[in-house]
């Protein structure tokens, strides 16, 4: 046989090498442990071959399509000659265009690179600047490509590349449109009733702009830009994501969502960056960019500070405002050397070294620290930064805290509950409002009713605690029985003890 | 005289992708998956299930599994170009890639680690409850491990998950085979220690 050359040579270092994890204990249980080898999904993988097909198009336009049948070329003639006849009929009987409904449509302002719609009815086909998109069209951008939408109305939607979204309703005064993939920026026009619907998530927004990405699996983001957007996640009420907010949506069953201040970051990161900047050049406000001085100028903005090309440190800063002051934490990883962490303050602009530094630590195994030396409702910006001898080695994110005023009255705070039968189970969602800072909630169910000899009979009580700190939250309860009732309470935890209940929710699951 | 040195050295570059026991793609399909469909789902025929399973591993829920190997294959596409065959192996390409990809996901997801039994997916392991049992381990390894260095995270995860060997972990990750298997122990006895503090200190 024809061995690769090497072959013996490689198959010694092989044989010495494997066995060096030989009677590991930790070896032998992850080996167990790890579920077997299963399959893709066909759904999944249909899916994915289209989506592959797609970018293989796009980046080849022209040589990736499956072959045409020649057949088809036939068509054009065809399409030419009804069209005639169209044209002929209308002049013929005029009258027919007064009964003719109004019909709305988007037009494709701006697009670069390889975008793609389908027209309800029709096949996917490449589109170009000017083409208009009605009701019910799905459009679609490949790698390295953008496209603007303009709205009948005036409000206008960009979507970057990768990206996918659905054109839902076009009215006077409104708008509804499916965010579908990637990432989607929607400037509304003030008096549009707009709309943006991911599965079971609706954001309505009012004279504002914003900005719908789900490039990481089963997570939902929505930055707003300017004024606010409200957020309904299923069944529960509304949640408003304010100018400079960034609210998490966790796309799974139990469905979570987490709001906080957007990050610096977050604001540069390339593609939301330009279309922010798309749409300052169209005269918008661009709200938290403006709050922040973040600078409208790519080039400007882009790695000005410093840091030694050899670094592959990575330090993650966290913080946490309250009322007292700010409490930072973070965490280095990654290979490279450094003596020592400084850290940068500033309020109105990114903050930059030394100007902004406010402290120095040499001992480098702290983790933590807090900041008491600041205002009430006013917003900081911090940076932590790796020196070694004299040079800056790595820079973290920049975290951006507001400190809020006195927290409200504990009794402002309250706990909205729905509970339905979903699954065999109970479903349980439930939403916070007004309240400050909390640890999780504590769910507590009791048997209202039971069939006669039930293993839970009536009264028959449990508890569980989640620790959590998301403003909605939902619980599926698959310990239920048949033919029984229950009653729910969610209690929300503030340091371990319960400090406000929801309302009670009962529910009947029913016999089989 | 000049050929003859070029070819020699392009031979001994290529020394290390010689894996016996493993099959690479022909080089000519992997540049026709550029443009051909037919290519592109042949090569996808060829990797999707083993890339899958590493990522399933990987994450511990099905559909972001498949969500993260789409992701790993598009990446692929983009990249066909580039990929040189004398340089790397296609198989420690693709890893490469997934490795990456499965760092952005858990990056993305670092505020939010969820491992609740309901979401997992892994419908085979639970039935029974020594299924429940076992998966409700196994997702809780996946949380250790993901407290680890990514330096380590990635060793083990090629190695157990991945089903590698140590010399194709030492290739997917740039380092010499002494330096992947000193990675691959340490990674060990790491996750032994912080295991050992814990619930799982029984089990394993």
Redesign the interface.
């Known amino acids: 046989m024809d061995l690769?050359?090497?072959?013996w040579?490689?198959?010694r270092?092989?044989k010495y090498?494997?066995g060096?994890?030989a009677g590991?204990?930790?070896?032998e249980?992850?080996?167990e442990?790890?579920?077997?080898?299963?399959?893709?999904?066909a759904e999944?993988?249909e899916?994915?071959?289209d989506?592959?097909?797609f970018?293989?198009r796009s980046?080849?336009p022209g040589?990736?399509k499956?072959g045409a049948p020649k057949w088809r070329y036939a068509l054009v003639p065809a399409a030419a000659l009804v069209l005639i006849t169209a044209l002929v009929l209308l002049i013929l009987f005029p009258g027919g265009q007064k009964s003719a409904p109004q019909r709305r449509h988007a037009r494709l302002a701006e697009l670069d690179g390889y975008i793609e719609v389908l027209k309800p009815g029709g096949s996917w086909h490449r589109v170009k600047k000017d083409e208009r998109l009605e009701v019910g069209c799905v459009i679609r951008s490949g790698?390295r490509s953008y496209v603007s939408v303009a709205l009948p109305e005036g409000s206008f939607m960009r979507l970057t590349d990768?990206s996918e979204a659905r054109i839902k309703s076009l009215g006077a005064r409104s708008v509804a449109v499916e965010h579908i993939e990637g990432s989607t920026y929607h400037r509304v026009r003030k008096g549009t009733g707009y709309t943006v619907i991911d599965g079971d998530v609706s954001l309505r927004a009012l004279g504002t702009a914003f900005n719908v990405e789900n490039?990481?699996?089963?997570?939902l983001e929505i930055v707003t830009i300017e004024n606010a957007v409200e957020v309904e996640v299923g069944s529960h009420e509304p949640i408003k994501v304010s100018q400079g907010e960034v609210m998490?949506v966790?796309m799974?069953?139990?469905k979570?969502a987490?709001k906080q201040p957007v990050s610096r970051e977050r604001l540069e990161e390339e593609r939301l960056y330009t279309s922010a900047k798309k749409d300052a050049e169209a005269g918008n406000p661009t709200g938290i960019y403006q709050q922040l001085d973040v600078p409208m100028d790519q080039n400007a903005q882009k790695g000005s500070e410093p840091t030694s090309p050899q670094s592959k440190l990575v330090i993650?800063l966290g913080a946490v405002a309250s009322e007292t002051g700010v409490s930072l934490n973070w965490g280095v990883?990654?290979?490279g050397d450094y003596d020592e962490l400084s850290l940068l303050r500033s309020e109105t602009s990114a903050p930059s070294f030394p100007d902004n530094e406010i402290a120095r630590y040499s001992d480098v195994s702290m983790t933590s620290a807090t900041d008491n030396s600041l205002l009430q409702e006013h917003t900081y910006q911090y940076q932590l930064v790796a020196i070694n001898g004299s040079s800056r080695v790595a820079y973290s994110n920049t975290v951006v805290v507001t400190v809020p005023k006195p927290q409200p009255k504990p009794e402002s705070a309250s706990v909205s509950l729905n509970a339905r039968v979903s699954g065999g189970g109970v479903l349980l969602e439930w939403s916070v409002t007004g309240a400050g800072r909390f640890d999780g909630f504590m769910v507590e169910r009791v048997v209202e009713k039971a069939p006669p000899g039930s293993a839970t009979p009536p009264g028959t009580s449990s508890v569980k605690r989640i620790a959590s700190s998301d403003v909605l939250y939902s619980y599926?309860d698959?310990y239920v029985a048949p033919g029984h009732s229950y009653s729910y309470r969610v209690g929300l935890l503030v340091e371990g003890s319960v400090m406000i209940y929801s309302k009670t929710a009962t529910i009947e699951v029913p016999a089989k | 005289m000049t050929d003859g040195r070029i070819e020699k050295r392009e031979?001994r570059k290529r020394?290390?992708v010689?894996?016996?026991g493993k099959s690479e793609p022909e080089e000519a399909l992997v540049q026709e998956a550029?443009?051909?469909?037919e290519a592109?789902?042949e090569l996808?025929d060829l990797y999707?299930?083993r890339i899958?399973?590493f990522v399933?591993?990987r994450v511990g829920?099905?559909?972001?599994?498949?969500?993260?190997?789409?992701t790993v294959?598009?990446k692929v596409?983009?990249n066909l170009g580039s990929f040189d065959g004398r340089k790397a192996s296609f198989s420690t390409w693709i890893f490469r890639i997934t490795i990456n990809t499965v760092t952005d996901?858990y990056r993305?997801?670092?505020?939010?680690r969820?491992t609740?039994l309901?979401?997992s997916g892994?419908e085979?392991?639970l039935e029974g409850d020594s299924g429940v049992e076992?998966?409700g381990?196994?997702l809780a390894?996946l949380d250790l491990l993901a407290g680890l260095?990514?330096?380590y995270q990635e060793a083990?995860s090629l190695?157990?998950?991945g089903g590698l060997?140590?010399?194709e972990v030492a290739e997917v990750l740039g380092i010499s085979?002494?330096a992947?298997?000193k990675r691959?122990?340490r990674g060990?006895?790491e996750?032994?220690r912080i295991?050992s503090t814990g619930a799982l200190d029984g089990?394993?």
């Open positions: 690769p050359r090497g072959y040579r490689v198959r270092r092989i090498f494997e060096v994890d590991h204990p930790m070896a249980a992850l080996r442990l790890a579920p077997p080898d299963s399959e893709m999904s999944a993988r899916r994915m071959m989506r592959l097909l970018v293989q980046v080849t040589k990736g499956r790698p990768g490039r990481v699996p089963k997570q998490v966790a799974t069953g139990e979570k987490e993650s990883s990654g290979e599926q698959n | 031979e020394e290390f010689v894996i016996p550029i443009t051909s469909p592109l789902e996808c999707v299930p899958y399973n399933l591993k829920k099905v559909q972001d599994a498949e969500d993260v190997t789409s294959f598009e596409l983009l996901y993305g997801r670092a505020r939010r969820e609740s309901e979401d892994f085979v392991l076992r998966l381990s196994y390894v260095p990514p330096k083990l190695r157990y998950f060997k140590v010399l085979e002494t992947a298997s691959i122990l060990l006895e996750l032994r295991a089990l394993l």
